[in-house]
């Protein structure tokens, strides 16, 4: 395994480059890698450095690591690239946001809805040319994308590129929590009888210990796209089907514990995972202000001030770790985006199940398009990573992930090429516009919005 060269492009990623770097640092599969740490932002970068060299020092991790600002010095023979970057990110979203509600739209904005077309383009601004640069420096290295949203991406680079790419996510947790706090009796978790999910970190920490009881006692089979899956079985670990025992469990709840995903489960007899407030990102229910029904299912915007703070709360914990003045033992159990199990099953040839990957639709999702990007359990080795067939989703189901499917790839046509029409055809056929000219409308707004963020569009 020595040798083995790992780049990580936004190493100091505020959502995933502090969990990245413990879980490649700590797995014993990449002892001896050589890890290279790009940022653009260069104070950001050297603490980050500095910790990785602490973390190197005190676990023992035998990593070669360097960092550069540059990526193109840090491309040439790599084995594995981790992409994590953002564009103003919580700037940009709180101007998607207000400017939707201007028409009567009111959505999160980050991988759904109209926003979520311009969120797509603005991050394609950027990763277009580091997939060209990978085409030239380390065309057979593989992309593993943590960038949102995260199947749009991995479309551009399947589409526009030669490098091969899975998408990562995270969401499959919320399931894990839910189903987790609904069955907590059956199972025997430890969940407060009144829990609700908010953006806060005591939210956070009750979920973090519903999720960690949940995944030791049950299996979830998920499939569908990214933020839109949909639970297919449900199992203890000795195989006992709970399926039916969830389902009844979740219609039981109090009415107020996650509204929306409990409709859903009444009209289409299947459990999606994301949660109300990603779900709501693909769906027509909820967008309407004069309807009201955001407030009527309580959906919960995303912080946007809490997502800044933290950030800061984040920097400062990586400078003092790596001075040495705060402990990194924290590190040594957090949870990370799984990464480190994907490079290292694939570097120990281990057959690792992964529970949920974004990849190409190579007849994994039997009703739903070939080729499309879809988020299916897959196994892994050294050839790579093979996504798991999971037959039909349910039919209704299906459809409503088609026109996501479609949605999609017409933002990536437009937000890799600066195509205009492509755009205002994704708008038209997003199922939260509900005037036609709103779609051309909305498109001239958010280009104008964003016209510094959208180089591909000056032509």
């Known amino acids: 395994m020595n040798g083995k060269k790992i780049v990580v492009i936004g ?6 480059g502090l969990s990245t770097l413990a879980g490649l640092m700590r797995n014993a599969d990449l002892r001896g890698c050589e890890l290279s740490l790009v940022d653009i932002d260069r104070p950001g970068l050297e603490a980050i450095h500095k910790l990785a060299v602490r973390l190197n020092d005190t676990w023992g991790s035998d990593m070669t690591i360097s960092a550069f600002d540059d990526r193109k010095k840090a491309l040439p023979n790599a084995n594995f690239v981790i992409l994590s970057i953002a564009v103003d990110r919580e700037n940009r979203w709180r101007i998607d946001y207000e400017l939707a509600k201007e028409y009567g739209i009111m959505h999160y904005a980050e991988n759904g809805g109209p926003a979520a077309l311009f969120h797509t383009a603005r991050n394609l601004a950027q990763v277009m040319p580091i997939l060209r640069d990978m085409e030239a420096l380390c065309p057979e290295a593989r992309l593993l994308n943590f960038t949102n949203p995260v199947p749009r991406i991995a479309r551009a680079a399947r589409q526009y590129s030669r490098i091969s790419t899975v998408g990562i996510c995270h969401q499959l947790g919320f399931g894990y929590m839910m189903a987790g706090y609904v069955l907590a009796k059956d ?26 009881q949940a995944v030791r006692k049950i299996d979830i089979t998920a499939a569908g796209i990214n933020h839109f899956t949909w639970m297919l079985s449900v199992r203890t670990k000795d195989g006992e089907d709970l399926y039916p025992l969830l389902k009844q469990r979740f219609l039981e709840a109090p009415a107020d514990f996650e509204p929306l995903t409990q409709e859903m489960i009444r009209i289409f007899d299947c459990v999606p995972v994301p949660g109300d407030c990603h779900m709501c990102e693909y769906l027509p229910y909820t967008h309407n202000m004069h309807r009201d029904t955001w407030a009527k299912y309580n959906i919960q915007m995303y912080d946007l001030d809490r997502g800044s703070r933290n950030r800061e709360k984040l920097w400062d914990s990586i400078h003092r770790m790596g001075d040495g003045s705060l402990p990194v033992v924290s590190l040594e159990s957090a949870r990370t985006e799984r990464a480190e199990l994907i ?21 994994y999702i039997s009703n739903l398009p070939h080729d499309s990007i879809v988020e299916v359990p897959a196994m892994i080795d050294a050839d790579g990573i093979k996504g798991i067939g999971v037959g039909n989703l349910p039919e209704p189901v299906a459809e409503l992930c088609r026109r996501q499917i479609v949605i999609a790839e017409l933002s990536v046509k437009a937000g890799v090429e600066g195509d205009r029409r492509a755009a205002i055809e994704a708008l038209a056929i997003d199922p939260m ?11 001239d707004r958010y280009l104008k919005a964003h016209r510094d963020f959208l180089p591909q569009f000056d032509k």
């Open 433 to 443: 516009i509900d005037d036609p000219a709103l779609a051309t409308v909305l498109c």
């Open 187 to 212: 199972l025997g978790i430890d969940a407060p009888r009144d829990y609700r999910f908010v953006w806060t970190d005591e939210s956070s920490r009750i979920e973090r210990s519903i999720i960690d």
């Open 11 to 16: 190493a100091g990623s505020a959502s995933f």
């Open 343 to 363: 490079i290292g099953a694939m570097l120990a040839n281990s057959h690792a199940y992964e529970p949920a990957v974004n990849v190409p639709n190579l007849g």
